[in-house]
């Protein structure tokens, strides 16, 4: 079975990698970038037009407050890239915003922090992959007929890209990630030429249209709450920048210096990108609606359902570029590729936060063990069911999932830059330098800021998209809350009931006598070598335990014992109902009920068969057995193998093998070269 599914798995995430490598998956900052900031860098395809549809509920006339929207995400980015860089230097084991609150807030916070970042990452995923199938669909029909298929698809894609180690698929990812960034900027410097020098009329597609506005002349605070929703709309800009200090064990060293450069990058061009499509959607008068179909007007005439509306950047470039030129294709292309990438950023973040929460018993722990090729595979593997599942029952729809977006990403912005200004009051506390104190005050200046406009913005986002969808991630939050802590009380649990005693305890209190029961079904050599090992055991008691399903069998059995002569009492349970589980449980239940202190030991005989199917034909009753005895306390259960000839077979095959290794080697190594580094001398 194993060699069945192991061809395709290296063919799809290929050859297994030392844990000696490790050192080799490590990112410089080229690639960082791409790989943890893809996701902010390419919400700017979607951020501007997210700001611009919430206007439009007022008509065209509002918006000329969308560059005012655009300076207040500026701010809010800048503010949000400083505190960080203060983190990665505080906390640069890769606990990011978790790690933060959790130390200097308490479990509680730690705990709320890491399940708004689960659900954030999830719809990162969700909504990325979502935008970028409709950014395609434009162009290609059937992407639009197969919104969910397609999107499960790419899902996929990247799932099995990324079970490929993070430094191959970053590489990977690096190329269309800056030709994006690249395209963007030469759109904005090109508009600007034409626009400042040249004196060239640039216009978009959907200049001509007129807005019907669901609410005309909004006034007071019916305003002040349609800007303060554009705004937590735009917000979107800034998901994924957490990401960042979450993988700083990632980057090459000096690793927190390496994070900090690359968050200053990535906030720079993202706020560039952003202004600048912002800017250009005015000159060239974008116009974009909630609902096109009944409130895009032209010449008079509503839309109609016919009608697809476009992303802003899309329409820009066409005015800027002309539709169908070279550069327009290009970046067509390139947006829709980098919106597929922008997953990537959550496929980094979410399994280096769930293994870090499986090291501290909040998650399974197989999310802590590393795949083949280095990656925390079980992670990847759950972030893409997750995410699909969502896509599924959204439909692939951006639009309805970027409402539950950016809920999960403040909370973890407000509570990590208070647990910052916590980490800062305790270290100045002790600090008697007075110019690390000045640096460490500063410090705490910029994250206390950092707190205080984040929990704004996070209040403002709850007021305003609460009832749009809101309140479905603040559910998954709750729900992640809840398994965590439970997970953890399991695990405590457990770990309180197994715990070695310091003293005397019943555990070490050597059993009184122990019976050893041979289960046997006929006569032939596993039954042989199987009664052979229990006598080695020189039990107490020693007896050889059958199951009377046949009369016919059941006697035979009988005169084939005697005529051996086996030295060894054979017991034979009647089974009227045909049972054989039932029977054995009962009567070695009996046996501990006689004697309490004895132990009993189980031996039961198994066939080692070499093909996979063949597992299907034997064993299953042992199996069973096994299952129900793990249950009975006092029972001892051993297996005696043997082999048959078709897994010698198979294991003569497997070692003509050049590359054939022990089960298990994949993480330890291979046995001969790590008995022969074992044998080196250590220095």
Not at 476 to 484: H, S
Not at 662 to 673: E, H, I, L, N, T
Request: hydrophobic share 45%; aromatic share 8%; with cysteine.
């Amino acid at each position: 079975m194993s060699k069945l599914t192991d061809v395709p798995k290296r063919i799809l995430i290929g050859r297994a990698l030392r844990s000696d490598r490790l050192g080799e998956t490590l990112l410089p900052k080229r690639i960082a970038l791409p790989v943890f900031a893809s996701d902010p860098l390419s919400s700017v395809a979607y951020a501007p037009g997210e700001v611009l549809l919430v206007l439009s509920i007022a008509g065209v006339t509002a918006y000329h407050f969308s560059p005012w929207i655009a300076v207040a995400v500026v701010v809010l980015m800048f503010t949000v890239v400083a505190s960080y860089r203060q983190n990665v230097h505080a906390y640069p084991s890769g606990g990011g915003d978790y790690e933060v609150a959790n130390t200097n807030l308490g479990p509680k916070a730690g705990l709320t922090v890491a399940s708004a970042l689960l659900v954030d990452y999830v719809l990162t995923v969700a909504v990325s992959i979502s935008s970028g199938i409709e950014n395609l669909g434009s162009a290609v029909p059937f992407v639009v007929e197969h919104k969910v298929l397609c999107a499960i698809g790419v899902i996929v894609l990247l799932t099995l890209m990324n079970l490929r180690g993070v430094k191959e698929s970053g590489s990977l990812f690096a190329i269309p990630t800056y030709v994006f960034v690249a395209g963007v900027f030469v759109m904005i410097a090109w508009g600007a030429f034409r626009g400042l020098v040249l004196d060239d009329t640039m216009r978009a597609p959907t200049a001509d249209y007129v807005i019907k506005p669901e609410h005309q002349g909004l006034a007071g605070f019916a305003l002040v709450f349609l800007l303060l929703r554009a705004f937590s709309s735009g917000c979107a800009a800034l998901t994924g920048v957490e990401a960042i200090s979450n993988g700083v064990p990632a980057f090459r060293k000096p690793k927190s210096k390496n994070a900090a450069t690359t968050l200053a990058m990535m906030g720079l061009l993202a706020v560039t990108m952003f202004c600048g499509i912002i800017a250009l959607a005015a000159v060239t008068d974008v116009r974009m609606a909630e609902n096109p179909a009944k409130d895009l007007f032209h010449n008079g005439v509503p839309l109609g359902g016919d009608y697809v509306q476009n992303p802003v950047i899309s329409q820009v470039a066409e005015a800027v570029f002309g539709k169908g030129s070279f550069l327009f294709i290009i970046l067509a292309a390139a947006t829709a590729l980098v919106l597929f990438l922008a997953a990537n950023t959550a496929y980094n973040g979410f399994p280096l936060l769930g293994s870090i929460l499986a090291q501290d018993r909040y998650l399974p722990r197989q999310l802590h063990t590393r795949g083949d090729r280095l990656a925390f595979s079980n992670g990847i593997v759950l972030l893409a069911g997750a995410a699909g599942l969502l896509v599924g029952i959204y439909g692939a729809d951006s639009t309805r999932l970027i409402q539950l977006y950016i809920v999960g990403v403040f909370v973890s912005f407000t509570l990590s830059q208070t647990g910052m200004v916590r980490h800062w009051n305790r270290h100045l506390a002790a600090e008697k330098d007075q110019a690390k104190r000045r640096h460490m005050i500063r410090s705490r200046a910029i994250n206390a800021f950092g707190a205080f406009f984040t929990g704004l913005v996070l209040v403002v986002v709850l007021l305003t998209k609460f009832t749009h969808g809101a309140w479905v991630a603040l559910l998954g939050m709750v729900i992640f809350y809840a398994t965590m802590t439970a997970i953890r009380k399991h695990y405590d649990r457990v770990a309180a009931e197994i715990a070695a005693p310091e003293g005397p305890s019943d555990d070490l209190v050597r059993p009184s006598r122990v019976h050893s029961v041979v289960l046997i079904s006929k006569i032939h050599r596993p039954t042989l070598r199987a009664l052979a090992y229990a006598k080695l055991m020189r039990s107490d008691s020693l007896e050889a335990l059958s199951v009377n399903v046949d009369p016919t069998e059941t006697k035979a059995l009988r005169e084939e014992w005697e005529r051996r002569g086996i030295d060894v009492p054979l017991k034979v349970l009647d089974s009227p109902y045909r049972e054989i589980t039932r029977p054995i449980i009962e009567y070695v239940k009996s046996l501990r009920k006689e004697s309490p202190r004895d132990a009993v030991s189980v031996i039961i005989p198994e066939y080692v068969v070499g093909h996979w199917y063949e597992h299907l034909l034997h064993n299953q009753s042992a199996l069973r057995l096994k299952g129900r005895l793990l249950f009975t306390p006092g029972i001892m259960v051993t297996s005696v193998p043997y082999q048959l000839q078709s897994s010698e077979a198979a294991k003569r095959r497997a070692r003509r093998q050049q590359d054939w290794n022990a089960p298990g080697s994949v993480r330890r190594g291979p046995a001969q070269v790590r008995s022969k580094e074992s044998s080196e001398p250590k220095s």
